[in-house]
């Protein structure tokens, strides 16, 4: 690299930090997309480029979302228990639900090539009964694989789901 690029690069790194640096001062820090702005803002004006606005110079509040999670990044499936991946052969009771190992087995190669598996059950949000410590346990005598449990309410009773992107386990 000739001497004079890169004397303009190690200056314009300086700025970048010093820069970062007095953001940081205050009671927030910034963001990867402050760094991001300010890097693409620098390296712009001295490669000589005029770059977009973004789009809160634009006059919006909103951003562009991905509706699924960038490759290279670790992907999260939300998973219900009953009748997913036990059943009831008779009276419905957490206590008497039987495990189906076919399904366990389905998401725990989820699991396996790299998924975050969040447990996700309404046991509980009707009656306000706390069944988190007997479904970790039935959870480790299937020998299921996950990362979170999420029980009662934070998954409140439903009578349907309707989403973009749910699956039936049958489907998996």
Same mark, same amino acid.
């Given at each position: 690299?000739?001497?004079?690029?890169?004397?303009?690069?190690?200056?314009?790194?300086?700025?970048?930090?010093?820069?970062?640096?007095?953001?940081?001062?205050?009671? =927030?820090?910034?963001?990867?997309?402050? !760094?991001? @702005?300010?890097?693409? *803002? $620098?390296?712009?004006?001295?490669?000589?480029?005029?770059?977009?606005?973004?789009?809160? =110079?634009?006059?919006?509040?909103?951003? !562009?979302? @991905?509706?699924?999670? *960038? $490759?290279?990044?670790?992907?999260?499936?939300?998973?219900?228990?009953?009748?997913?991946?036990?059943?009831y052969s008779g009276e419905r009771r957490y206590d008497l639900s039987e495990p189906n190992q076919e399904n366990i087995d389905k998401i725990n190669k989820m699991y396996d090539e790299g998924w975050k598996i969040i447990y996700w059950t309404a046991r509980g949000s009707v009656s306000g009964r706390n069944y988190k410590e007997h479904t970790k346990k039935q959870l480790t005598e299937w020998g299921c694989r996950y990362h979170e449990l999420k029980t009662g309410d934070e998954k409140p009773h439903f009578d349907l789901v309707i989403d973009d992107k749910a699956k039936r386990i049958e489907e998996i």
């Open positions: 690299m000739p001497e004079l690029y890169q004397r303009k690069l190690e200056r314009m790194l300086k700025e970048i930090c010093e820069d970062i640096i007095r953001m940081s001062k205050g009671d =927030e820090y910034p963001t990867s997309e402050d !760094v991001l @702005n300010l890097i693409s *803002e $620098e390296t712009g004006e001295w490669l000589g480029l005029q770059l977009k606005p973004s789009s809160t =110079e634009q006059g919006s509040d909103f951003h !562009v979302s @991905n509706r699924l999670t *960038e $490759e290279g990044k670790q992907k999260v499936a939300f998973v219900d228990i009953d009748e997913t991946i036990c059943f």
